[in-house]
Structures are given as C-alpha cells and as structure tokens.
C-alpha cells in the first residue's frame, strides 16, 4: 500500500494531457475514517485488477490544510505504517480539468450522491459503494452497491476478499479492519451499529492476520484519538466531521462534536464563533450533533440547531423535533445563546447517518414550497403576534405558530387572516346569485383574471 500511494503521487505530477487520465477514488467531503479507507483500500485494490489504461487514484474529499484535524485518520495510518505525505487531496487535483477532457473516471465511496458543486462530474461516475440511504437514480452505466451495514469498509473488504483476496496485505487488512471496528462500536450490539456482515467480515481479517492489534485494544485507541480535540478552535471542531447539504437558498453544515452539548455551549463567544464560520463558509445554518460516553461506555448524543435568521433556526429544529422516520425524542435543554437551540436525544441509535435524510427532506419540501408559494428571503422576519417562550426563560423569541406556506407569500390574502364575513353579506350574495341564474339563458357569463364580468351573446 505504501507503495501504491507514492506511486500515485507521482503519476498525479507526471501526467502527461495525453495519457488515459485517471480513476478516481472519491469519499465524502467529511473525510472521515470509513471514508478515507474506503477510498484508499478501494483504489489499492483497482490498482490490482483494473485494465481500464486509466491510473487508480484515492482522492481525499478535503483540502490538505484539514487533515490534521482527522485525529483518529492519522492515529490509523501511522498504525499502518503510511504517511500522510503521499495522500492526494482534493485541493491538489481538478477533476472538473480532467473530466472536461474526457480524462477522469469516478468511483464513490461512502456516500452514494455528489453534492451540488460537484454535479458536473455526475458523468464520470461509473460505480458506487455505499452504506447510506439510497439517494442515486437507478442507471444501468452506474452499477451500485448500497447496503446499510456499520461501516462502508465492510463493503469494500467484502469486494477484495469476493473477487481478489489476494491484494489483502496486513497494512491494508489493518486500514479495513480498524475502521469497522471503531465504526462499528467495538462490536457492541447495543451500540446499534453493527450487522452481522461486519462481524463476518472483521472476523475473517481477524482469522487471516492474526498479527492484527487486538480488538478492544485498537478501538480504545482510535476512540480516544477520535475525542481528541484538545486546542481546537470552534470552527476545527466543527470542520473535524462535517458533512453539507443544501438546497435552493439553504445552505447547512451538519457537525460531529465529539464533547458533551454543555461543554460546548461553555465555549467563550461560542456565538458570536458560529456567526463568523458561517459567514466565512456561506452557511444559513449549522446542525451541531454531539456525542460522549457515559460511565458505561454507552453514547450518550445532544443536539443544537444554530442559525442568525429565526426563521430558518425555527424551521429546521421543528423539522427535527417533528420528525418521526426515525423519532429524534428530542428534549428542550437550555441554551445560554439566544441563537442557539439545544436538545437531549433520547433516541442514541440515531447517529448523523440517519438524522441526514431528515434533514435532506426538510430541505426538498421547504424547496417545493418556495418554488410553488414564491421565494422567502431570509431577511424575513416572523410577524410578532404571541409571546414563545423556550427553555425556561432563557431564549425570548416571539413568532407566530408554523403557519400554511402559502401565507409566507409577500401580498397573500390571507395576511391580514380571514375575511369577515356576516350574515347580510350571505343574503346579498345568495339574492345576487339567483338573480344571474335568471339572466343564464341570455348571456354567457364569465370572470376575467381580474375579477371583472364580461358578457357574451348568443
């Protein structure tokens, strides 16, 4: 493998316009470890049995400058006996250079949709491999594996082992089954993790090296390298494990903080930190999802929804707070922050793999809406017409309960609420009615858009 990676490096510098191009292995932009490996041990196995001319080549969904951010990546590939040095990183390629001329081929792992910036290479990808929701169209040029196992390392150790076990080293065997282990919660079925493909899988690279580190050993390890984030700033926490979605006007980023909900809040000017990293990335809103482990090792997960804008800030926790596939059972906390929501997640089984397609379809119907209604700025504020107070007094925000989408439209009748209507103006109307019936058989009546009557002859 570390062969392979150096190689890569120096193919990506001496490639000449004319070659072939390349095979690009691509993870999710949240460069997490299952993504990492899935890339690299994928691409390692391409590079084995692959006759396409094209060089296979892991590409990390991330500039180089956040890698030391991946505390458990680089505890992993240091265990491995890889540096970090010979990585390719998506600041360091173009794939929208290659593609144009007809020199990439994309492979995803981990993650099954390119996100919006990326649309223009959708026709690069030839394959996927994913344990996610399935958000991919069916297309017969694209084959897709998606099954919702523990880890997405399992699906790739499942296709080297099915078809060339032979390219299973021990750095790379280590790089697979370090990744399961800590994605799968050691293996703990509480944890709600793990499937019986995992086990199947870490079990046959546990029987195959038996030089491997011992299980509980190397997810301590990985574990605590992962909670590392001693002398991060609040915008490297929330860079550390972060995933995008979007939609329209909506952009949000959604964060793993790898400490409790309380410790954060406790962040000096956490506030006014938030604020900036929005600003700074373009984001209108930031789903902040912690997790922390109690005395018994079981995960313990918090929430907070923060957004400048009332409005977005209220839609999404509702969205949240309502949503019932799966259920969040999520609790008021208080917040010291007025911009700022924070919950308790009773449902721990709910990690960001399953909160994101919540997520994700708040986006699309709220974009339906806007589409059909008209567009809502996100200067609006809500009318102040009731008194909402949140957290025992210590959020003050003032807003009308949700409302139709089509009353959020600039100019709607129903603005001012319903029309008075007493019974005189029945009888008139009903009297005036009956007295066009009477004029049926003459004339033909019809409105105008405005509103006015016109009349036609026989």
Request: proline share 6%; aromatic share 6%.
């Amino acid at each position: 493998m570390d062969i392979f990676l150096k190689s890569c490096r120096n193919e990506l510098t001496g490639n000449a316009e004319g070659s072939p191009g390349f095979h690009v292995v691509l993870g999710n932009e949240a460069c997490d470890l299952d993504s990492m490996v899935s890339a690299l041990a994928y691409a390692y196995f391409l590079s084995k049995t692959l006759d396409s001319g094209k060089v296979p080549l892991p590409v990390l969904n991330i500039p180089r400058q956040e890698f030391p951010l991946r505390t458990d990546n680089a505890f992993l590939l240091r265990e491995s006996g890889l540096s970090q040095d010979d990585l390719v990183f998506r600041d360091e390629v173009d794939l929208g250079s290659l593609h144009r001329a007809g020199r990439l081929d994309l492979t995803l792992v981990d993650h099954n949709v390119l996100p919006s910036s990326d649309c223009d290479l959708e026709e690069a990808v030839l394959e996927v491999i994913d344990h996610h929701l399935l958000e991919r169209k069916p297309s017969p040029s694209c084959p897709v594996t998606v099954e919702t196992v523990g880890s997405c390392s399992t699906l790739v150790a499942e296709r080297i082992i099915q078809k060339a076990p032979e390219v299973l080293d021990q750095q790379v065997a280590q790089l697979l089954y370090g990744t399961i282990v800590l994605d799968c919660v050691n293996m703990a079925p509480e944890a709600g993790k793990v499937t019986p493909k995992d086990s199947q899988y870490a079990g046959l690279l546990e029987t195959h090296f038996p030089n491997l580190p011992p299980r509980g050993v190397l997810f301590q390890s990985l574990q605590n390298a992962k909670f590392d984030v001693s002398g991060l700033t609040t915008e490297q926490m929330l860079l550390k494990d972060m995933k995008v979605a979007s939609e329209g006007d909506l952009k949000l980023a959604v964060s793993v903080i790898y400490m409790t909900l309380e410790a954060f809040l406790q962040r000096q000017s956490l506030q006014q930190e938030l604020c900036e990293f929005c600003h700074k990335h373009s984001y209108n809103l930031v789903v902040a999802m912690t997790i922390s482990f109690n005395d018994n090792k079981e995960p313990f997960r918090q929430l907070a929804v923060y957004s400048s804008s009332t409005l977005y800030r209220g839609e999404m926790s509702q969205a949240l707070e309502q949503a019932r596939r799966p259920s969040l059972s999520l609790s008021p906390m208080s917040s010291p922050y007025s911009d700022i929501r924070a919950y308790l997640q009773g449902n721990t089984l709910a990690s960001r793999k399953k909160v994101l397609p919540i997520i994700k379809d708040f986006l699309r119907d709220r974009e339906r809406r806007e589409v059909h209604c008209g567009t809502l700025e996100e200067s609006y504020e809500v009318p102040q017409q009731r008194a909402y107070t949140e957290d025992a007094g210590i959020e003050e925000d003032s807003y009308f309960p949700p409302t139709p989408m089509n009353s959020l439209v600039e100019g709607c009748p129903l603005d001012n609420g319903l029309p008075k209507i007493s019974a005189e103006a029945l009888t008139e109307k009903f009297s005036k009615m009956a007295s066009e019936e009477e004029n049926a058989g003459d004339s033909n009546v019809t409105h105008t858009p405005g509103g006015q009557r016109s009349t036609q002859a026989h």
